[in-house]
């Protein structure tokens, strides 16, 4: 049996079966990319709530795991040479569950390092600016009487909606007919995008073809809704 003691985070999380995967998080779109991967492979794993809506991810436990304070993280108990692995962003542990069991990357190194590729574009691109859409026209930031963030984030949000959609013509997934990290880590944001944020109009999202097919396919997976609603809210 693992023993996590040494992790101050177990004691406000405490795990029921310490030699599973123990998950971190909240189904926010990064949260759900770690959900939806470890559905999709089937690893088994134990999802602890963090209610970033009570600032439990600044808590003195869970920055002792993320010093950023962001979800999700995990301890893989069973990590390289069998002794448990702390991580944290999501795209490293997107990387990490796909190298542990050699899945949801392809094997030829050429295409394996393009999927990669695209899980920076979107933690580098696709999720900061569409974050930021969200920011200034669902939340505070919509009080604001000078809408040009607004709009320098529409129009940053649109343009990368655009990339995507050249990407997908011709293709099942990102990488072509291989489902991957890339496409798990796209889902959630693009979904968030249009639903949550309600920002549809504002990125003229009905005027692409590709990435809503693409979206409708990765959403129908079993794994990717079960994912989305991993952790439970409590």
Do not use: C
């Not at 990319?33 to 436990?61: C, M, R």
């Not at 893989?76 to 949801?104: H, M, N, V």
């Not at 944020?197 to 693409?214: I, M, Q």
Request: aromatic share 10%; charged share 20%.
């Amino acid at each position: 049996m693992a023993d996590l003691s040494s992790f101050p985070i177990a004691s406000r999380w405490p795990a029921a079966h310490p030699d599973r995967i123990q998950l971190y998080s909240t189904p926010t779109p990064n949260g759900v990319k770690v959900s939806i991967a470890l559905e999709e492979l089937g690893l088994p794993y134990e999802p602890h709530f963090v209610d970033i809506g009570q600032n439990q991810s600044w808590t003195p436990e869970f920055l002792s795991l993320n010093p950023n304070g962001k979800i999700p993280a995990i301890i893989d108990p069973d990590g390289p040479g069998g002794a448990p692995l702390p991580l944290f962003e999501s795209g490293a542990i997107l990387l990490y569950l796909a190298e542990k069991t050699g899945r949801l990357l392809p094997a030829d190194p050429a295409a394996r390092i393009q999927a990669i590729q695209w899980v920076f574009f979107q933690m580098g691109g696709v999720g900061p600016i569409f974050g930021q859409l969200g920011y200034f026209h669902k939340f505070a930031g919509r009080e604001l009487e000078d809408k040009r963030p607004l709009q320098r984030y529409a129009a940053e949000s649109k343009r990368l909606l655009g990339v995507l959609e050249t990407r997908l013509a011709g293709r099942a997934w990102i990488m072509g007919d291989e489902y991957s990290i890339a496409d798990i880590s796209l889902l959630g944001w693009v979904r968030n995008l249009i639903g949550f944020y309600g920002a549809g109009e504002l990125v003229e999202y009905d005027k692409l073809e590709e990435v809503p097919r693409w979206l409708e396919a990765g959403l129908a997976r079993p794994a990717v809704q079960r994912g989305l609603t991993i952790p439970a809210r409590g």
